[in-house]
């Protein structure tokens, strides 16, 4: 059993940088699959990219010109997965979500199991 824990959230002007980090409280991260989503306000959560448990595989959303702007990674010695953030923009604005899953790597938040609370990312244009 882990608990996701973010940080790393901030205010940034439009196309500034941030890097989100995930830890865990308790566990380790590195027998799950994990994942970042967001929620913006009176929007639904949505995927934003997820890695494989060894880091080799990731997934990224088509949509939002995420990919090639957001990249995952993760660091299973420092029991961290990170997610770099360039070129942000306003539409980035939104509370990001870490998640750790049963090792499938997948975009269905329903297969993931463990959630963190959220840190609030605010792009400024």
């Known amino acids: 059993q882990v608990q996701p824990v973010e940080s790393g959230g901030g205010l940034v002007q439009a196309g500034g940088s941030l890097r989100l980090s995930c830890r865990t409280s308790?566990?380790?991260?590195?027998?799950?699959?994990m994942g970042w989503f967001r929620q913006a306000p009176g929007k639904e959560r949505e995927f934003v990219a997820a890695i494989s448990r060894s880091g080799d595989a990731k997934y990224y959303t088509n949509s939002m010109g995420v990919k090639g702007r957001f990249t995952i990674s993760r660091d299973n010695a420092k029991n961290t997965m990170y997610l770099q953030m360039d070129g942000l923009q306003s539409e980035d604005t939104a509370v990001y979500y870490c998640?750790?899953?049963?090792?499938?790597?997948?975009?269905?938040?329903?297969?993931?199991?463990?959630w963190g609370q959220g840190t609030q990312v605010t792009v400024s244009s």
């Open positions: 308790e566990g380790t991260l590195d027998t799950y699959a």
């Open positions: 998640a750790a899953g049963a090792g499938i790597l997948t975009s269905d938040p329903a297969k993931y199991g463990y």
